[in-house]
Structures are given as C-alpha cells and as structure tokens.
C-alpha cells in the first residue's frame, strides 16, 4: 500500500526456498510465528497512516463515505491520496483517475512474484488479488517456504485492512468536524505522504534520484499549459527514460 | 452518479484489476526487465510530480504559498530524522497549521 514501509530496507528480494534447511520442529514454532507476528505487527503500524488519509481526503473535498469506499476497494495508498489531491485540485478528474490507477502498477509485479509464491488458485484468487500491497508483499517474500509465506501474507492483509479502513474512519470524521481544512494545514498531508513515500527509493539510487527529479520537473513545466492532473501523468516519462537508459538496476530488487 | 463517485469507483477498479492481472497473466508477459523496471520506476517519477505539483499550484497557476512550503520542509527534515510516517505527516500539517495560525503565511 505504501512505500514507506520498511520494505525497501528490510525485504529481502528473494523468498528464500530451502525449507529443508531447517528442523521440521523449529519451522512448525518459529516459523509459524514469526510470519504471523510480524505481519500483524506491520499491519498496525503502517494502517494507522489511514488516519492522514481519511483528513486528507476530506480536506479535498470528498465525503467520508467516499474516503471510506476508496479504503475498502481500491485499498492502494499512493492511489487513494492521489485520486484525493486531484480531486482537490480541482483539475479534469479523468486525468486524475489515469494518475491514481497508474501509481497501482507496481501490485501487478508484486501480484506477478506472489502467484508464484503463494500458489493460489481458482477463485481464492480474487480474494488474495486485493490484499496485494508493499507490506504484503514484503512479509510474504521474506518467508522461507510456502506455507509461512502464505500465513505470512494473510496476517498481513488482515491487520493492514481492518486498520487501514477503521483509521480512514475515525480520520474522515474527525476531519469533516474540525472545520476549515486549511487552516489544519490538510491540505499539506497530501504532498507530505507522497514526499515520505517516496523517501526510500530516492535512496534506492541515481536513477531513482533522476527520474523523480525528471518528473517533478515535467509535471511543474507542463502545469501552466495542460488541465490538471494531467501533468502528474506526463511525468510517466521520466520513469521511461529512467528504464530506458540504463540497464536494469543490479540492487537486488528485480527478481 | 456525481463525478466524484465515478472516480472513486473507477480508481477503485483499475487498482484491484492491476492487482488480479499478476496473479493471472503469465510471468513471460511481464518477465522483460525493462517492464519490470518501468514499473518499479513510474511510481517514483508520479509521486515526485505530485510534490511538486500540490506544493505549488492551485489549479493550472503557480502558486506561492510560504505554509505549504514550510509545511514541507518540515517533513523534509522529519524524514532526514527518521521519523515514522505519522510523524512526518503530523510535522508538516502542524507547521502549516501553525504558521497560517499566527498570520505568518
């Protein structure tokens, strides 16, 4: 869901696949907990941040139902805030929808090393589809077989979305009665999480670096001359020219 | 249907089919790694338009306005110290807040 969880530092890239490394008793106690533990753990503490976007997306202008709805179905941070500050904007909110689906393109390369993975099939599908985040994602690769990837990543899903949706709640209604969202200063929750969920990669490298000075730049060029939100979606072509340029990044991220 | 909800149910959609297709579409589609590096890198350069986009502008006009950049830098700083998420987002709000508070910006 967000970037910003411990992911970038703490995952490994690879799910290490040699459950026969280890004693089977050690696997059945450790191993059972450990994935459990911290995925419950992470859900906590990365859902609370629902909080910001529950104000924020009141801040912009959307009623709590809708906060509550982006919560429960579209369940992709960097989406929901970006759909929230489109609409803030006031810009072509088709503009703004293209730009928040394109921020959820990364799930599909998590989905794409989680199917493998998590070897679900049939309709269990639909239902892992939607718990597919940073988080999820990172708890389950980081498991050594299977099973605990799976325990992993349902522990996950659970605790991140029931706190995730409980925090956009309390968040939309608390902000709905605190007045004016300006003078709360809400209106800077939305660049603040972009700038917090961007943190990590900016240090993931030169290229990161690059292409999001790239885009920041594009998109300030391009705000002038086109409705808004469509700049934020021209800045899609820093990132091609980041891919383009050079060989795919050696950090161990490209499994 | 106000344009809102159509937005919120559009977004909603595209985020979940994203989701769905890598656990349905063959690993082969998606394997070049200038794809894969494609995707890894189009949410740094949208989030990077996003600050700089809400940071100065209202609409299609650039804007100046010292809270919001304040409110930043705040964050800024709180990331450089490594604070939580919260932490960072309740900094920048907060120094926003308070600056537009004391009549300052």
Same mark, same amino acid.
């Given at each position: 869901?967000?970037?910003?969880?411990?992911?970038?530092?703490?995952?490994?890239?690879?799910?290490?696949?040699?459950?026969?490394?280890?004693?089977?008793?050690?696997?059945?106690?450790?191993?059972?907990?450990?994935?459990?533990?911290?995925?419950?753990?992470?859900?906590?503490?990365?859902?609370?941040?629902?909080?910001?976007?529950?104000?924020?997306?009141?801040?912009?202008?959307?009623?709590?139902?809708?906060?509550?709805?982006?919560?429960?179905?579209?369940?992709?941070?960097?989406?929901?805030?970006?759909?929230?500050?489109? !609409?803030?904007?006031? /810009?072509?909110?088709?503009? #703004?929808?293209?730009?928040?689906?394109?921020?959820?393109?990364? @799930?599909?390369?998590?989905?794409?090393?989680?199917?493998?993975?998590?070897?679900?099939? /049939?309709?269990?599908?639909?239902?892992?589809?939607?718990?597919?985040?940073?988080?999820?994602?990172?708890?389950?690769?980081?498991?050594?077989?299977?099973?605990?990837?799976?325990? #992993?990543?349902?522990?996950?899903?659970?605790?991140?979305?029931?706190?995730? @949706?409980?925090?956009?709640?309390?968040?939309?209604?608390?902000?709905?009665?605190?007045?004016?969202?300006?003078?709360?200063?809400?209106? &800077?929750?939305?660049?603040?999480?972009?700038?917090?969920? !961007?943190?990590?990669?900016?240090?993931?490298?030169?290229?990161?670096?690059?292409?999001?000075?790239?885009?920041?730049? !594009?998109?300030?060029?391009?705000?002038?001359?086109?409705?808004?939100?469509?700049? &934020? !979606?021209?800045?899609?072509?820093?990132?091609?020219? /980041?891919?383009?340029?050079?060989?795919?990044?050696?950090?161990?991220?490209?499994? | 249907?106000?344009?809102?909800?159509?937005?919120?149910?559009?977004?909603?959609?595209?985020?979940?089919?994203?989701?769905?297709?890598?656990?349905?579409?063959?690993?082969?589609?998606?394997?070049?790694?200038?794809?894969?590096?494609?995707?890894?890198?189009?949410?740094?350069?949208?989030?990077?338009?996003?600050?700089?986009?809400?940071?100065?502008?209202?609409?299609?006009?650039?804007?100046?306005?010292?809270?919001?950049?304040?409110?930043?830098?705040?964050? *800024?700083?709180?990331?450089?110290?490594?604070?939580?998420?919260? *932490?960072?987002?309740?900094?920048?709000?907060?120094?926003?807040?308070?600056?537009?508070?004391?009549?300052?910006?």
């Amino acid at each position: 869901m967000t970037d910003y969880a411990q992911c970038d530092e703490d995952c490994p890239a690879q799910p290490a696949h040699h459950p026969a490394d280890q004693p089977a008793a050690s696997r059945l106690s450790a191993g059972a907990a450990r994935p459990v533990r911290d995925g419950i753990l992470l859900g906590l503490a990365v859902g609370v941040s629902g909080l910001a976007f529950g104000a924020a997306a009141v801040g912009a202008g959307l009623s709590a139902w809708q906060a509550c709805a982006l919560s429960l179905l579209a369940y992709t941070g960097a989406s929901q805030f970006a759909l929230a500050g489109a !609409i803030a904007g006031g /810009g072509s909110l088709l503009a #703004g929808t293209a730009g928040a689906i394109m921020l959820g393109s990364r @799930n599909a390369l998590y989905s794409l090393r989680l199917a493998d993975l998590l070897q679900v099939h /049939g309709l269990r599908r639909f239902a892992t589809a939607q718990g597919v985040t940073d988080e999820s994602a990172a708890i389950a690769l980081a498991q050594p077989d299977h099973a605990a990837a799976r325990t #992993g990543f349902r522990a996950t899903f659970a605790s991140l979305y029931l706190t995730w @949706n409980a925090a956009t709640l309390i968040g939309a209604v608390g902000a709905g009665r605190l007045g004016s969202p300006q003078s709360f200063g809400l209106d &800077v929750i939305g660049p603040a999480a972009f700038l917090a969920l !961007i943190w990590p990669r900016l240090q993931a490298g030169r290229t990161e670096r690059a292409v999001a000075a790239g885009g920041a730049a !594009i998109a300030l060029a391009a705000t002038p001359l086109l409705p808004a939100g469509a700049p &934020v !979606i021209l800045a899609a072509f820093a990132a091609l020219a /980041g891919a383009l340029a050079r060989r795919p990044s050696s950090d161990g991220r490209s499994a | 249907m106000s344009g809102i909800w159509i937005a919120v149910l559009a977004t909603a959609a595209g985020c979940y089919l994203l989701k769905l297709a890598g656990l349905t579409v063959p690993e082969r589609l998606l394997g070049n790694p200038r794809v894969k590096r494609f995707a890894e890198l189009v949410p740094v350069a949208l989030l990077a338009a996003l600050v700089a986009v809400q940071a100065t502008s209202k609409g299609s006009a650039l804007v100046l306005d010292p809270a919001r950049l304040a409110g930043l830098a705040a964050a *800024v700083l709180a990331l450089l110290l490594r604070a939580p998420f919260l *932490v960072v987002i309740v900094a920048a709000a907060g120094t926003a807040a308070a600056l537009r508070l004391l009549g300052i910006a």
